[in-house]
């Protein structure tokens, strides 16, 4: 079974400030996706990294595979309270056809 | 990208009841899929909907429990059957067209409360 830790699993900050997220396992993925879901809806995919080492910039929010293709980050610099939400990494099941997903880390960004 | 509609988006239900869930999408797609999301927690995988042959359950999941439709290539059903309290849960139709790094979307979710 391909398990995605994340952490930290709650973190509240205030705006301005930065902070990293982090995605873990011990498997080997073929690629990663971040998905940021707000209530009452579903996610929302921000990117996919499918290259070991690789780095990919959206705005504000700093993703990053890591070299064995088994962990990744999120780095979000000076953080808004827009940027609330469930911060979901996932990645494809053995089977290859859906996704297994993280816990999620909630994040709160206060004024 | 694609753009997905649940029906219904919440329902409360009694006990032993069964409730079907669909999901359509406005352009084929290869792949459609169901989670679960229980609440406060993440997506868990239930089955991969195929067209035109039985879907494809996770460990934990029976078709028995979550019977799943796929007529065609924009529209599938779900069923949770003799709802109990613990399928209280987001159910959240997905799609996508396969192979490496694949984009999903999502629809909005059902929101079912078992009494």
């Known amino acids: 079974t391909q398990l995605l830790e994340q952490s930290p699993q709650f973190l509240s900050i205030q705006e301005g400030e930065n902070l990293t997220v982090y995605c873990n396992s011990s498997?080997?993925?073929?690629?990663l996706q971040w998905y940021r879901q707000e209530p009452g809806e579903g996610p929302v995919l921000l990117v996919t990294?499918?290259?070991?080492?690789e780095v990919k910039k959206l705005k504000r929010l700093t993703f990053q595979f890591g070299d064995a293709r088994k962990d990744s980050s999120l780095h979000i610099t000076a953080a808004q309270p827009g940027d609330t939400g469930l911060y979901l990494c996932?990645?494809?099941?053995?089977?290859?056809?859906?996704?297994?997903f993280g816990k999620g880390t909630h994040l709160i960004i206060q004024p | 990208s694609a753009v997905i509609s649940q029906k219904p988006s919440r329902d409360i239900c009694q006990r032993g009841t069964s409730l079907t869930i669909q999901c359509q999408v406005d352009?084929?797609?290869?792949?459609m899929f169901w989670y679960r999301q229980q609440p406060g927690q993440s997506l868990t995988l239930i089955a991969t909907?195929?067209?035109?042959?039985?879907?494809?359950?996770e460990s934990g999941f029976v078709i028995d429990k979550f019977p799943i439709s796929r007529p065609n290539l924009t529209f599938s059903t779900l069923t949770v059957s003799n709802m109990s309290p613990e399928d209280s849960s987001i159910y959240l139709c997905?799609?996508?067209?396969?192979?490496?790094?694949?984009?999903?979307?999502f629809g909005p979710g059902t929101r079912l409360t078992v009494l």
């Open positions: 498997s080997v993925f073929s690629s």
């Open positions: 909907a195929n067209q035109g042959s039985e879907a494809t359950y």
């Open positions: 352009s084929q797609v290869t792949m």
């Open positions: 996932a990645g494809p099941t053995v089977s290859a056809d859906g996704l297994t």
């Open positions: 990294v499918v290259t070991g080492g």
């Open positions: 997905s799609v996508g067209n396969g192979g490496l790094g694949d984009t999903q979307y």
